[in-house]
C-alpha cells in the first residue's frame, strides 16, 4: 500500500460517521497496525488476547510459531468496541470462543505480483 492510501484508509478508521462496520475495523486495524494475516485473523480467540499487558498472543498459522505482540490502544478499542457493540456481549461472555473478526479467509482469483514493484537496491 503507498502512504497514500495508508493515510486514506486511517481518515475512514476515525471517521465515526464511516459506513464501515465495527467487525471490519478492527479486522483492518489487527492487519493494518499489527501485520496479523488474514487466516491468523480468523482463528484469533478471545483467550489470545492480553488486556491486562495489552498484546495479543497466538500460534501463527503460516510458521506454527508462537508469537506474541504488543497490541496498541487503538486496536484494543476497536476489538472491545466490536465485542460490545456489535456483537453486544460482555467480554467475560467471549471466553473459549473466536472473535469472529473475518467470516471467512479471503481468496484472491489472479495471482498477484505484489513485490513487483518495489525498488530492487
Do not use: C
Not at 475495523?25 to 492487519?31: E, F, T
Not at 466490536?82 to 461472555?93: G, L, N, V
Not at 505480483?113 to 530492487?120: A, E, G, K, R, W
Amino acid at each position: 500500500m503507498t502512504e497514500t492510501e495508508i493515510a486514506q484508509l486511517n481518515e475512514k478508521l476515525q471517521d465515526e460517521d464511516s459506513v464501515l462496520s465495527l467487525r471490519k475495523k478492527a479486522m483492518i486495524l489487527l492487519g493494518l497496525k499489527m501485520g496479523l494475516r488474514s487466516f491468523d485473523i480468523v482463528y484469533l480467540k478471545y483467550e489470545d488476547i492480553d488486556w491486562k499487558n495489552s498484546s495479543i498472543r497466538f500460534i501463527q498459522s503460516k510458521t506454527e510459531v508462537e508469537i506474541n505482540l504488543p497490541m496498541p490502544a487503538e486496536v484494543g478499542n476497536a476489538i472491545y468496541r466490536y465485542i460490545t457493540q456489535e456483537r453486544h456481549t460482555k467480554p467475560r461472555e467471549f471466553e473459549g470462543r473466536a472473535l469472529k473478526v473475518l467470516r471467512r479467509i479471503p481468496i484472491f482469483k489472479e495471482k498477484h505480483n505484489f513485490t513487483s514493484s518495489l525498488p530492487i537496491n
